[in-house]
């Protein structure tokens, strides 16, 4: 894999890992409301989020979801592969000072229809938070030697 591209379809095995980690800060709450215009105020408002069950603010769930994103789109296909979909579990909060693990595991080549099935999962020091299913396309060494020509 190059910085530029990631893994072609050929080079990928059900088993393959990769991870990323992210500490949640108040501005990337901050940045993640304002970006999205989810503005709801158990995410913004620290007396509101007191008031509800989790005693405190917390993050929005598509945010650690991104996480998932970010290791699909950089690491595992990596550059050039294109998410298909996507379905989630959101488990358990993150707040603030949380470091969320984003972990993708390859579950399944599908090689006729480069696709590649991943599984998904955030988790904060052992307490899984996001976890689900992605789809992706991915090229095949095949499709860049055509490009080339």
Do not use: W
């Not at 379809?9 to 990337?28: H, I, K, N, P, Q």
């Amino acid at each position: 894999m190059d910085e530029l591209r990631g893994h072609f379809l050929e080079d990928l095995s059900v088993g393959m890992t990769e991870v990323m980690g992210r500490t949640v800060t108040e501005t990337d709450i901050t940045l993640f409301a304002g970006v999205t215009g989810d503005t709801n105020p158990v995410h913004i408002n620290q007396s509101y989020a007191e008031q509800t069950m989790f005693k405190g603010r917390i993050a929005h769930g598509m945010l650690s979801a991104g996480l998932i994103s970010a290791v699909l789109g950089t690491k595992l296909p990596g550059p050039g592969c294109i998410y298909l979909s996507q379905n989630l579990k959101f488990r358990a909060p993150v707040k603030i000072g949380d470091t969320v693990v984003a972990r993708v595991t390859v579950t399944e080549v599908v090689p006729e229809k480069k696709r590649v099935v991943v599984s998904t999962v955030c988790t904060v020091g052992n307490t899984v938070v996001v976890e689900g299913e992605a789809m992706l396309m991915v090229a095949s060494k095949a499709d860049f030697a055509e490009a080339a020509e």
